[in-house]
């Protein structure tokens, strides 16, 4: 049913992420289904709670056998039509996965690139060749991840964590730790408010956002793995990536990261050595 959601947003353009219909898909948390469509390449974040759908593309996939893209961005009954005309007449393949409880993943394969590009110029797509790796080249490092100089926050808290390094996870933390920590992220909150400050030194901290700051923490820690048979990148799973890397992985293979409850790990498949020598050098992860 969340490909009735993805029409909506495709006819609707931009809105609110309150506004999203989660009733059409038996969702219950509207942020979980939007920052999932963010991921797939469906749409885009504007400000702190805004949305924008994203034009129609065909995202190019690595490591295949054959040549094939995956559908992202505004999907309409018409724009399917016009793709699988557009399939029969260059001899690709149109196929349409169900995914769980997230939109079709649909995919255009052929024996040549020239056959999926021709697809999508008569289908009036764009054809971005390997998205996935284009994602992670233009992505900003996390050390050079936007932040903004912010004062420690002084008077009472209600709550203050820290991320630790050696356990991967919030654990509790006081004020007057995070005042005089050298370095650290820690989650300040506030009767009104939460903020997330990364501290590089006693007197300097920065907002940032939530999973560039963990990630920041966690520089140098050994916690990726990786297998060549399947492409399956695995990391703990409060290290999930911003947005624009998280979509860059996804892309390698269309799918959603899968979630292990047990092992608290998520991951990535159908990720190249390319993909994953990117993506170390962005976070400063190392692998195991």
């Given amino acids: 049913m969340t490909d009735v959601v993805l029409e909506w947003m495709s006819f609707r353009r931009s809105g609110k992420i309150a506004?999203?219909?989660?009733?059409?898909?038996?969702?219950?948390?509207?942020?979980?289904?939007?920052?999932?469509?963010?991921?797939?390449?469906?749409?885009?974040?504007?400000?702190?709670?805004?949305?924008?759908?994203?034009?129609?593309?065909?995202?190019?996939?690595?490591?295949?056998?054959?040549?094939?893209a995956v559908?992202?961005?505004?999907?309409?009954?018409?724009?399917?039509?016009?793709?699988?005309?557009?399939?029969?007449?260059?001899?690709?393949?149109?196929t349409s996965k169900p995914q769980i409880a997230r939109p079709d993943r649909i995919t255009i394969s052929a024996s040549s690139l020239n056959a999926v590009a021709e697809t999508a110029a008569k289908a009036g797509i764009v054809l971005q060749a390997d998205a996935g790796l284009q994602l992670l080249a233009c992505s900003p490092s996390i050390r050079d991840w936007p932040r903004s100089a912010c004062p420690m926050v002084e008077g009472r808290v209600d709550s203050v964590l820290r991320f630790s390094r050696s356990r991967l996870r919030w654990v509790d933390s006081t004020l007057a730790e995070a005042t005089s920590a050298q370095k650290g992220f820690f989650r300040i909150k506030r009767d009104w408010n939460q903020v997330s400050l990364l501290k590089s030194a006693p007197t300097q901290a920065s907002r940032i956002n939530e999973r560039a700051g963990r990630l920041a923490a966690a520089a140098k820690c050994r916690v990726v793995r990786w297998t060549s048979n399947g492409g399956v990148l695995a990391l703990p799973a409060w290290l999930y990536p911003p947005s624009?890397?998280?979509?860059?992985?996804?892309?390698?293979?269309?799918?959603?990261?899968?979630?292990?409850?047990?092992?608290?790990?998520?991951?990535?498949?159908?990720?190249?050595p390319e993909h994953l020598r990117i993506f170390l050098a962005l976070t400063r992860l190392r692998q195991l």
Avoid: Y
Wanted: aromatic share 6%; proline share 6%; charged share 20%.
């Fill in 19 to 68: 506004d999203i219909p989660v009733n059409l898909s038996d969702e219950s948390k509207g942020g979980r289904l939007f920052d999932d469509f963010v991921t797939l390449g469906h749409a885009e974040r504007i400000g702190a709670d805004g949305w924008q759908i994203a034009p129609p593309v065909l995202a190019g996939l690595p490591g295949q056998s054959e040549f094939a």
């Fill in 71 to 94: 559908l992202c961005g505004a999907r309409t009954q018409n724009l399917l039509k016009s793709l699988d005309r557009a399939s029969t007449s260059t001899g690709a393949c149109m």
């Fill in 244 to 272: 624009i890397m998280a979509r860059g992985l996804a892309l390698c293979s269309g799918h959603l990261p899968g979630f292990d409850p047990g092992k608290m790990e998520i991951t990535f498949n159908g990720v190249q």
